[in-house]
């Protein structure tokens, strides 16, 4: 088992979210034990306070199950946990599906992140605002854009739904020139969702999203003639 540090204001969030990629990926399995507490937490260089919370969040899931003096395991049911029905659903979906869905859980979104953030996390959206290219889909500046702005939302099933999306929108997509062809208009595009988070307008803020989306579906149609 290979656990990389973690760096992340969110950090049981991330914790939870490195161990279940490891079941998802088969890389940790049903019956596995984890390392001890000190281990687990030297080597993702995180407090035992942070694993504890981020474990208690995975027993809770049915991920991971506890035996006293003897240590943490892998649920036998968690790989069917964390793919489930509804990734299924994602994986049979096409992307203009896909982004039909996004329209209307991130206007919902935006609203809440509206009424969470802080003037520090506006600055750092700016930040993740421009997008680079020749990215790869799945792991992309626009990526951590949208799922930063999941989480500043504290629902964990935006996080959740953007997390899947991107990873299954470059299992079912072979487009690789969308990122370079449309980097700078994403980045403005970017930019006028965080003006509009700014301005504490709503109504804005869903328009700018709802048009950001809507030229992503533009220029998917166009570069696979739809």
Same mark, same amino acid.
């Given at each position: ?11 049981? !969030? ?28 030297? &080597? ?49 979906? $096409? ?31 700016? !930040? ?7 990215? $790869? ?8 854009? /949208? ?22 929108? /470059? ?20 930019? &006028?969702?965080?003006? &509009? ?14 048009? /950001? ?10 570069? $696979?003639?739809?």
């Amino acid at each position: 088992m290979n656990f990389s540090p973690i760096a992340n204001e969110k950090l049981s !969030d991330k914790v939870v979210k490195v161990i279940t990629d490891q079941v998802k990926s088969g890389a940790l399995k049903p019956g596995d034990r984890l390392p001890s507490e000190p281990e687990l937490a030297a &080597a993702l260089q995180v407090s035992r306070g942070i694993l504890r919370e981020a474990l208690t969040v995975l027993q809770a899931r049915n991920i991971i199950y506890r035996r006293p003096k003897e240590g943490t395991f892998i649920n036998s049911s968690a790989p069917d946990i964390l793919i489930g029905n509804w990734e299924a659903s994602m994986k049979n979906a $096409n992307y203009l599906d896909l982004i039909e869905v996004r329209e209307c859980i991130e206007s919902r979104t935006v609203e809440k992140v509206i009424d969470l953030i802080t003037d520090e996390q506006i600055c750092e959206l700016y !930040d993740l605002a421009p997008v680079k290219e020749n990215e $790869n889909v799945s792991h992309s500046t626009d990526y951590y854009f /949208h799922y930063r702005l999941a989480e500043l939302s504290h629902n964990m099933i935006f996080t959740s739904f953007i997390d899947n999306y991107y990873d299954i929108f /470059h299992e079912i997509t072979a487009i690789s020139s969308r990122q370079t062809a449309r980097s700078q208009a994403i980045t403005q595009e970017h930019t &006028a969702i965080v003006d &509009a988070i700014k301005a504490k307008d709503k109504t804005a803020a869903r328009e700018a999203i709802c048009y /950001h989306l809507m030229m992503v579906r533009k220029s998917l149609r166009q570069e $696979n003639n739809l």
